[in-house]
C-alpha cells in the first residue's frame, strides 16, 4: 500500500489510529505484508527485493510522536537498531491483530502492551546523544 493511500486512510491524531487494533483490515494486511517480506528478504539477505517498509515506518513514527507528546518529552533519538527492534515489535502486534481477527479472539491488552513497549524504547532512547541516529524533536 503506497503512502498517500495510508495517510488517507489513518488519521493522523489521534495518533492512536495507528494502532493495530484501529487499522481497517486493507491497511492491516499491507503493513503485515510489507514487514513479512522486510523480514523474509533481511533473513534471506536479499538485496533489491520488493519489501517496502516505507509504510510500517510511517504509521510507527506516528505512533512514537504520539507517545512523545503524551509524556512531553521533548528529545528522542532513534538509531538504526533501535529502529529495527521496533518495527519487529511493532510487525508482532500486527501480527497478533491478524490473527485475532481471524479467529475473532481480541485480547484487549494488547494495545497497552504495544503502548509500553513503546514507551520502554523511548525512555531507553531519551537523553543521550547516541553515536548514529536521528534525533525527533
Known amino acids: 500500500m503506497n503512502l498517500q493511500t495510508l495517510r488517507r486512510t489513518i488519521p493522523r491524531e489521534p495518533y492512536l489510529a495507528a494502532l493495530p487494533s484501529a487499522l481497517p483490515n486493507r491497511c492491516l494486511r499491507a503493513i503485515a505484508t510489507d514487514l513479512r517480506r522486510e523480514e523474509l528478504a533481511s533473513f ?26 503524551d509524556r512531553n518529552i521533548e528529545l528522542f533519538y532513534l538509531t538504526p537498531q533501535r529502529l529495527f527492534e521496533m518495527l519487529r515489535t511493532y510487525q508482532w502486534f500486527v501480527e497478533r491483530e491478524v490473527v485475532a481477527r481471524s479467529l475473532k479472539l481480541r485480547v484487549s491488552k494488547d494495545d497497552d502492551d504495544l503502548l509500553r513497549v513503546i514507551d520502554e524504547h523511548v525512555d531507553a532512547s531519551s537523553g543521550t546523544e547516541p553515536a548514529n541516529g536521528a534525533c525527533i524533536n
Open 44 to 69: 534471506e539477505e536479499r538485496r533489491g527485493s520488493d519489501a517496502d517498509v516505507a509504510g510500517p515506518i510511517m504509521v510507527l513514527t506516528q505512533l512514537i510522536l504520539g507517545r512523545l507528546r
